[in-house]
């Protein structure tokens, strides 16, 4: 029986990989996907997914270039228009949508809705689904200028292109040989799902304590996230606490502004940095946190991604129109040009973000906090560095 050949296969049907795959299938490519598993439909009456991202408004124009941007605002996402962040309560800094004429800077939309509906949207637009399926090996075949690709059931098949979109630990990478450099922060991070009291409003905030930040983002009705930094070995005391105790210790260590919230569900992760040496070898292309993993201070990870999968479009396409070999590494390696550069700028300015306010040295404190109020005060700096977060 002839292997099945796949211009792209695409280890991760995620958040990053799956909108790849509508992307490239919109273009006429053929495309497959190796998925462990499908995500769970969607339900209305569902309590909120802990797991949140904010998408930036660029990350909204290629959710609707892909066609599934407005099935997301037909189910469940909040559109937050204002950001503080803040040390000291005289050195807060705010970023509007109106400093830059915007109806919003982005949307809170869950993970578990974002994944959701990109699966519905491959599986109209006829990508192939591997799923369950792990891919289990992989082999250049030089000669043609093909990966051969054999999944954990034995169903064998080649492609052109195998793209990692498999996460920070991605097979994609390590099967490829491509190393990584980084280091693990001195913090944890632990997501909560809470109930409040009032409307969460469309102000995401972010404290700065000697122990981590503590950030508010809202969401739909009365539901919010919140997220606590802190030490590996707090973070593991907060996950043995029960939904109670935990509502008393966000009372004692959250602004007040919080207000009263109760919480619905949590889960906890460490900090890393990853970035990989390169992002493409022949016929290989890492995407997303394949490529690079960030500290989510400013929740940036899945904006990062999406700017990965609208480059690497971007690249395959104009290279297949000018009939070029877009498979090859030389055309790979524009697609690593154009992505290289942003994502260590943005990874690099999120650390010292960090290492600044995780430091309580005193004359380290009043620097910091003048900064933040020169922030708030820098008008054309401001715009600017609001544009670059956006994507703008």
Same mark, same amino acid.
């Given at each position: 029986?002839?292997?099945?050949?796949?211009?792209?296969?695409?280890?991760?049907?995620?958040?990053?990989?799956?909108?790849?795959?509508?992307?490239?299938?919109?273009?006429?490519?053929?495309?497959?996907?190796?998925?462990?598993?499908?995500?769970?439909?969607?339900?209305?009456?569902?309590?909120?997914?802990?797991?949140?991202?904010?998408?930036?408004?660029?990350?909204?124009?290629?959710?609707?270039?892909?066609?599934?941007?407005?099935?997301?605002?037909?189910?469940?996402?909040?559109?937050?228009?204002?950001?503080?962040?803040?040390?000291?309560?005289?050195?807060?800094?705010?970023?509007?949508?109106?400093?830059?004429?915007?109806?919003?800077?982005?949307?809170?939309?869950?993970?578990?809705?974002?994944?959701?509906?990109?699966?519905?949207?491959?599986?109209?637009?006829?990508?192939?689904?591997?799923?369950?399926?792990?891919?289990?090996?992989?082999?250049?075949?030089?000669?043609?200028?093909?990966?051969?690709?054999?999944?954990? %059931?034995?169903?064998?098949? =080649?492609?052109?292109? @195998?793209?990692? #979109?498999?996460?920070? /630990?991605?097979?994609? !990478?390590? &099967?490829?040989?491509?190393?990584?450099?980084?280091?693990?922060?001195?913090?944890?991070?632990?997501?909560?799902?809470?109930?409040?009291?009032?409307?969460?409003?469309?102000?995401?905030?972010?404290?700065?304590?000697?122990?981590?930040?503590?950030?508010?983002?809202?969401?739909?009705?009365?539901?919010?996230?919140?997220?606590?930094?802190?030490?590996?070995?707090?973070?593991? %005391?907060?996950?043995?606490? =029960?939904?109670?105790? @935990?509502?008393? #210790?966000?009372?004692? /260590?959250?602004?007040? !502004?919080? &207000?009263?919230?109760?919480?619905?569900?949590?889960?906890?992760?460490?900090?890393?940095?990853?970035?990989?040496?390169?992002?493409?070898?022949?016929?290989?292309?890492?995407?997303?946190?394949?490529?690079?993993?960030?500290?989510?201070?400013?929740?940036?990870?899945?904006?990062?991604?999406?700017?990965?999968?609208?480059?690497?479009?971007?690249?395959?396409?104009?290279?297949?129109?000018?009939?070029?070999?877009?498979?090859?590494?030389?055309?790979?390696?524009?697609?690593?040009?154009?992505?290289?550069?942003?994502?260590?700028?943005?990874?690099?300015?999120?650390?010292?973000?960090?290492?600044?306010?995780?430091?309580?040295?005193?004359?380290?404190?009043?620097?910091?906090?003048?900064?933040?109020?020169?922030?708030?005060?820098?008008?054309?700096?401001?715009?600017?560095?609001?544009?670059?977060?956006?994507?703008?």
């Amino acid at each position: 029986m002839q292997t099945e050949h796949f211009d792209v296969v695409i280890n991760g049907g995620g958040m990053v990989g799956a909108a790849l795959a509508c992307g490239l299938r919109q273009q006429n490519f053929r495309v497959a996907v190796i998925e462990r598993r499908e995500p769970e439909p969607y339900v209305s009456s569902s309590l909120p997914d802990v797991r949140i991202s904010a998408i930036s408004r660029t990350s909204v124009a290629l959710l609707e270039e892909i066609g599934v941007w407005s099935e997301i605002l037909a189910r469940r996402c909040a559109p937050y228009r204002q950001l503080e962040t803040w040390e000291w309560q005289s050195a807060k800094t705010e970023f509007s949508a109106a400093l830059l004429n915007l109806p919003e800077l982005g949307f809170m939309v869950e993970n578990q809705v974002l994944q959701r509906v990109l699966w519905e949207r491959m599986q109209a637009l006829s990508v192939t689904l591997f799923s369950p399926a792990t891919l289990d090996t992989m082999t250049y075949l030089p000669e043609q200028e093909k990966w051969a690709v054999v999944l954990d %059931q034995g169903t064998a098949i =080649t492609c052109s292109l @195998l793209v990692g #979109a498999d996460g920070a /630990h991605s097979q994609v !990478r390590q &099967g490829a040989g491509i190393g990584i450099q980084g280091w693990d922060y001195q913090q944890s991070c632990m997501l909560i799902s809470v109930e409040c009291e009032d409307e969460p409003g469309d102000t995401t905030w972010q404290q700065f304590t000697p122990h981590g930040p503590r950030a508010f983002l809202p969401l739909y009705d009365r539901y919010a996230s919140l997220v606590w930094y802190d030490s590996a070995a707090r973070i593991e %005391q907060l996950k043995k606490l =029960t939904p109670t105790q @935990l509502d008393e #210790a966000i009372v004692q /260590h959250f602004p007040a !502004r919080v &207000g009263k919230v109760k919480t619905l569900r949590s889960g906890a992760f460490p900090l890393t940095r990853r970035h990989a040496t390169a992002y493409v070898k022949p016929g290989i292309a890492l995407v997303g946190d394949a490529a690079h993993t960030i500290n989510p201070l400013a929740g940036q990870g899945v904006n990062l991604g999406y700017r990965d999968v609208d480059a690497l479009i971007d690249v395959l396409v104009n290279a297949r129109r000018t009939t070029l070999p877009w498979w090859r590494l030389e055309t790979l390696k524009r697609y690593q040009r154009k992505r290289h550069a942003d994502n260590l700028i943005m990874q690099t300015g999120m650390d010292v973000f960090y290492f600044a306010f995780s430091n309580q040295h005193a004359p380290l404190e009043i620097l910091r906090n003048v900064g933040l109020m020169a922030a708030q005060r820098g008008g054309w700096l401001k715009r600017k560095a609001l544009s670059y977060a956006l994507g703008l």
